[in-house]
């Protein structure tokens, strides 16, 4: 059983940044790929960004493409979500999520693949 912990949301004004941390327990974080969704009242839970195994191979939604970048720290089990420029709309709860993955280059960006979600952590964005 894996165990993530996300850290780091807060309220933050437009235009500015906020870096989201994800640790996990156990000592194969390397094996999982990992993702970060978010979910805004009332709306479905939406994919942000994700990272494959090694690292190597991103991807991201359109709507964080060129402000939002997704790192990892196979040493200190942590995936991150750094996030610049933020606006109004991009206030939701974010979550990380890791899927075990046997190749090191995939990337998942649907949320029905991953094994494991965190507790999820609020992001609010003043206008």
């Known amino acids: 059983q894996v165990q993530l912990v996300e850290s780091g949301g807060g309220l933050v004004q437009a235009g500015g940044s906020l870096r989201l941390s994800c640790t996990t327990s156990g000592r194969t974080f390397s094996s999982y790929a990992m993702g970060w969704f978010r979910q805004a009242p009332g709306k479905e839970r939406e994919f942000v960004a994700a990272i494959s195994r090694s690292g190597t191979n991103t991807r991201y939604a359109d709507s964080v493409k060129g402000r939002f970048t997704i790192s990892r720290d196979n040493a200190k089990n942590t995936v991150y979500l750094q996030m610049n420029s933020l606006k109004p709309e991009d206030a939701a709860v974010y979550y990380c999520?890791?899927?075990?993955?046997?190749?090191?280059?995939?990337?998942?960006?649907?949320?029905?693949?991953?094994?494991?979600w965190g507790q999820g952590t609020q992001l609010t964005v003043s206008s």
């Open positions: 999520a890791a899927r075990s993955e046997l190749l090191t280059v995939v990337v998942v960006t649907s949320p029905g693949p991953y094994d494991y």
